[in-house]
């Protein structure tokens, strides 16, 4: 069973860095896309960004902030989080869709099927 766990959220003031890390046991990331997803309270899922063997999407309001990489070999994920704004504070989630190998990737949380539990990011102004 893959379990993916996060790592490196925080406090940090409007303006800063913080990158988060995700790493996974149980299975390798190749062939599979993964992302960052991020929710406030009363707020639905929020697609940040994917990755996979060929793609990388951004969403709208992260792009030209947030970098996204990973080590396929090594099932770790890295989120560079960049310039950082009050709006970006939530909870960051790690997610993998491992159903299929070489799916397309995806921007729908739907589509993936294993989350970390979750890091809290605090951007104070």
């Known amino acids: 069973q893959v379990q993916l766990v996060e790592s490196g959220g925080g406090l940090v003031q409007a303006g800063g860095s913080l990158r988060l890390s995700c790493a996974a046991s149980g299975r390798t990331f190749s062939g599979y896309y993964t992302g960052w997803f991020r929710q406030t309270p009363g707020e639905e899922r929020e697609f940040v960004a994917g990755?996979?063997?060929?793609?990388?999407y951004y969403g709208d309001s992260v792009k030209g902030r947030f970098i996204i990489s990973r080590n396929s070999a090594k099932s770790t994920m890295s989120l560079q989080m960049n310039s950082l704004k009050p709006e970006d504070t939530a909870v960051y989630y790690c997610?993998?869709?491992?159903?299929?190998?070489?799916?397309?990737?995806?921007?729908?949380?739907?589509?993936?099927?294993?989350w970390g539990q979750g890091t809290q990011v605090t951007v104070s102004a």
């Open positions: 997610a993998g869709s491992f159903g299929r190998r070489w799916a397309p990737l995806s921007r729908v949380s739907g589509e993936y099927d294993t």
């Open positions: 990755i996979s063997w060929s793609d990388t």
